[in-house]
């Protein structure tokens, strides 16, 4: 029989992450059956956003690239949709694999569905309510557009029962009979895989930094929201700072491109004295070993970052939300997580809080480590079908 061939679809940083689970699998399970194309949109361009991960995480050079670079919204996605629509219609793929909320995953959605290429979307289901968050237009999109639909978490399944997606289709599975799983999340696949890994190949990291084992703040930053309302970045960042002076904790800050140009036009002083500080350890964009290694040795993670949330709870940390809203609503019920939104108040009574609660616990709320094998063996079954 001849091979199946399967469109893995690309472009910002944590799809790239997803994608190295699907691809372990392929070319663990698969070699002889599915030919793996990858298609990475250069939506994310810089090294330490893109090409760093396809080295450690050893995933193939991309097939393809279509260079599109940043641009506003509509000419970002406008410009993948063209460069994926070429690509589709030249290596003619049985499936196509998209993940996340990115505008790479609806372009990829977008062009796919219309070439009448099924589509499997890796974390399907995920809902803030916010429209007002370009995320969650390209998660709705993304979703009713696709044929297979991988829910991560039940709130993630129920959402899309909830959007009228039956939970009891049988097969043949199409684009108006889509199928959805409850699959567990890659991430947490990624997790468990690359953990040992980490302290093994950069055990020196964390002394490079002078970043002590269960002392220090760890943040991210780089949502839309959080880096265009300057106030909310400016509140957020004096927040961390005070936190890491009055408590004599270092703060650990590895920063999205976005938000040092952010902060390069709009307030160069606050960061400077990020660069300055001696409680500051400003960085940029770490690899994924590294971010583990930092995520399983710090004290607490203050993020806006999806994945960095749901990393927080697999390495049984605790975590402020730097937002008013989550998608991952079970960390935040469960205790693990609070929203504390960009308000300084909250920021910090939620650090004192967090510090002094004891007996978290630190549920499986993200399936058994195993959600790539069985995504797989779903999008085979689809492509045989
Ligand atoms: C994108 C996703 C977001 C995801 C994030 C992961 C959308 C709408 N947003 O946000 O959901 O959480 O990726 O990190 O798809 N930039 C660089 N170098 C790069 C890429 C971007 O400097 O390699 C800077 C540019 O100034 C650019 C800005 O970051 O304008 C924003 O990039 P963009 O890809 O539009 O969105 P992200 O904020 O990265
Ligand atoms: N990450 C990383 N280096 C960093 C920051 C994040 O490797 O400097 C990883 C992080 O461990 C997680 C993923 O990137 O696996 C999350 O991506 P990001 O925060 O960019 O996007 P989101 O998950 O919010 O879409």
């Known amino acids: 029989m001849q091979n199946k061939k399967l469109l893995n679809i690309v472009g910002a940083r944590p799809q790239i992450i997803k994608a190295s689970a699907i691809s372990r699998v392929l070319r663990k399970d698969y070699i002889n059956s599915v030919d793996e194309i990858i298609l990475h949109t250069g939506q994310h361009y810089d090294r330490t956003l893109s090409e760093v991960f396809f ?49 790479s995953t609806l372009a990829a959605g977008i062009a796919a569905s219309k070439l009448k290429i099924p589509v499997a979307h890796i974390e399907a289901g995920l809902r803030s309510f916010r429209k007002e968050m370009p995320e969650e237009i390209n998660r709705l999109l993304s979703d009713h557009i696709s044929t297979l639909l991988f829910a991560p978490t039940d709130a993630a399944l129920k959402n899309l029962i909830k959007e009228g997606i039956r939970p009891d289709a049988s097969p043949p599975f199409t684009i108006d009979n889509p199928k959805i799983f409850l699959s567990g999340d890659i991430m947490y696949d990624n997790s468990l895989f690359f953990a040992d890994l980490a302290e093994k190949k950069i055990n020196g990291f ?52 976005r938000t040092v140009h952010v902060l390069e036009k709009e307030n160069p002083e ?33 993020t806006d970052s999806g994945g960095v949330q749901k990393e927080a709870h697999f390495f049984r940390r605790p975590c402020l ?65």
């Open 55 to 103: 080295e450690e995480l050893e995933i193939p050079k991309p097939d393809y690239n279509l260079g599109v670079g940043s641009a506003r919204h509509g000419k970002q996605t406008a410009s993948m949709i063209t460069g994926i629509e070429e690509v589709i219609l030249k290596e003619q793929p049985d499936a196509v694999i998209i993940y996340g909320d990115t505008n």
């Open 206 to 257: 964390l002394k490079k930094l002078n970043a002590e084992p269960g002392n220090y703040i760890l943040a991210t930053i780089h949502r839309q929201k959080n880096t265009d309302i300057i106030e909310r970045l400016e509140t957020i960042l004096q927040s961390l700072i005070e936190l890491s002076v009055e408590h004599n904790i270092l703060l650990v800050l590895p920063l999205h491109p």
């Open 270 to 302: 606050l960061l400077n004295r990020l660069r300055k500080a001696s409680s500051v350890k400003l960085l940029p964009p770490v690899t994924y070993l590294e971010m583990i290694l930092l995520e399983k040795n710090a004290a607490i993670i203050c």
């Open 321 to 385: 939300v730097l937002r008013s809203e989550t998608e991952w609503i079970e960390l935040v019920k469960n205790g693990t997580a609070l929203l504390v939104d960009a308000e300084k108040d909250r920021i910090k009574e939620g650090y004192i809080n967090m510090m002094n609660v004891r007996g978290l616990s630190y549920p499986g709320f993200y399936g058994n480590g195993k959600a790539a094998e069985f995504m797989v063996e779903e999008v085979m079954a689809l492509m045989l079908q």
